[in-house]
C-alpha cells in the first residue's frame, strides 16, 4: 500500500467510511476513542537500546499512555521489541528510525521538540517540577547501561531524573520510561491546551490503524477506488 501522509481530508474519509463497514462497531468506536486520544506533543528517542525486552516495554509505555511515535537510534544495534512482550502494541505506534544521534537530534529540533535527557546524574527537573507547557518536547532513554550519549547531553536543552529515596541511584531504564511517560503525559493532558493530534493526523492514523485490522484491506480499497 501507497504513503498516505499528506493526503486531503476527503481522500481519508472516504476509506474510512469505505473499511468501517468491514469492522464491528464496537472496534471502530475504540479506534476512534483511542486515536483522539493520542498526542504527538511528547515523543521518545530510544538510543541503541540493545535488550528486546526493554524496546518491547518502551513500545508498550507509549501505546498504554497515547504517545503515538517513539523515535530510534540505531548506529550500535537494531531497536527489535521482543514480540511475547510488545504484545502487538508495535503496530500501534509509529517507529521512526535515525541513521544517527546527530540525524535524530537535528530532526526532533526542526519539528519543535525540546531534548529532554533523562539521567540521574544531573538534576535540573523531576516528573514534578519539569515545565510541560514551554513547548513540545522529546524524552531521551539512553542505553541499558552505558545511559544517554555525551552527545545527547551536549544537545539536551533540560535534564530530568527520578528522585531515589533508597541506596539505588537509578532504575532500569523500562522501570524509569514507564514512570516519566506516565507522569508528563498525565500533566500534558491536564494543562497543556492543544495536546491532541490535529484532526487530519487523527484521520490518518485512524486509516492506517484500520489498514491493519481489516482482512484484505488493500484489495478492498483497490476495488473501492481503483488508480487512475
Known sequence: MTSTANREPAWYAARIACLREFMTEARYDLFRRTVAGRT???????????????????????????????????????FEPNTAIA??????????????????????KAEGYRI???????????PETFDVAAGPFA????????????????????????????MVESLNVSA???????????????TVPGWRMDDDAQAEVLYRWMTT????????????????
Not at 40 to 61: C, K, P
Not at 117 to 124: C, F, I, K, L, V
Open 40 to 78: 504527538r506533543y511528547l515523543t521518545v528517542l530510544a538510543e541503541n537500546m540493545y535488550h528486546g525486552q526493554n524496546a518491547a516495554a518502551l513500545i508498550r509505555h507509549c501505546e498504554a499512555f497515547g504517545v503515538q511515535r517513539l523515535h530510534t537510534v540505531e548506529t550500535l544495534c537494531r
Open 176 to 190: 524509569s520510561a514507564a514512570i516519566l511517560i506516565y507522569m508528563l503525559s498525565e500533566r500534558v493532558r491536564l
Open 213 to 228: 485490522s481489516v482482512r484484505d484491506a488493500a484489495a478492498i480499497l483497490e476495488k473501492q477506488f481503483p488508480e487512475k
Open 116 to 126: 529532554v535527557a533523562t539521567t540521574p546524574h544531573r538534576g535540573d527537573h523531576t
Open 87 to 108: 504484545r502487538g502494541t508495535e503496530q500501534w505506534v509509529d517507529v521512526v528510525r535515525h541513521r544517527s544521534t546527530a540525524d535524530a537530534l537535528a530532526a526532533l
Open 139 to 166: 524524552l531521551v532513554f539512553g542505553t541499558e547501561h552505558a545511559g544517554i550519549s555525551d552527545e545527547v547531553i551536549a544537545a539536551a536543552d533540560e535534564f530530568l531524573r527520578i528522585p531515589m529515596c533508597g
